[in-house]
């Protein structure tokens, strides 16, 4: 079961990182509901238009802004989300999963059924392949 639950990890995040698009710059919020690419301020974009005018030409997405919202706080949370940093996670996640590699050998669950450490490192897989449970791969019994 180990060898199927990591190569679905593996899988998923092969996925995720071939979704984000490369050569992004990191991100940030100045606090007026926009996104901006960094390198770019709060003052090279006009607040008030600047959603009507990406509503009507999102080819201005390269030129500083990444994303308008109604609220601050969704602002420095998309930011927060940056493609750089999900990069970041998703190599933490990897390095997790080939430190599992080579302690377990492919068979954590089998070698120390009542707990132990090689018992909670496959805990700490299948916690994160829990994230992907909408998955139509995902199996129940993978659910920590």
Do not use: Q
């Not at 690419?37 to 080819?59: P, Q």
């Not at 990444?66 to 940056?82: F, L, P, Q, S």
């Not at 940093?85 to 599992?100: D, N, S, V, Y």
């Amino acid at each position: 079961m180990t060898d199927a639950l990591v190569a679905f990890l593996k899988a998923r995040l092969d996925e995720d990182a071939a979704a984000i698009p490369t050569g992004l710059p990191d991100w940030h919020s100045p606090g007026s509901r926009v996104v901006l690419a960094e390198g770019f301020n709060e003052y090279d974009v006009i607040d008030e238009s600047l959603k009507a005018m990406l509503e009507r030409d999102e080819s201005l997405m390269p030129f500083g802004c990444v994303a308008v919202t109604d609220y601050d706080a969704d602002a420095k949370y998309i930011a927060r989300h940056d493609p750089a940093r999900t990069l970041r996670e998703i190599e933490a996640k990897r390095r997790i999963l080939r430190a599992h590699e080579k302690w377990c050998e492919g068979r954590c669950e089998a070698k120390y059924p009542d707990g132990g450490f090689d018992a909670a490192h496959y805990w700490s897989i299948k916690a994160l392949a829990a994230v992907y449970d909408g998955h139509p791969d995902y199996l129940p019994e993978w659910r920590p």
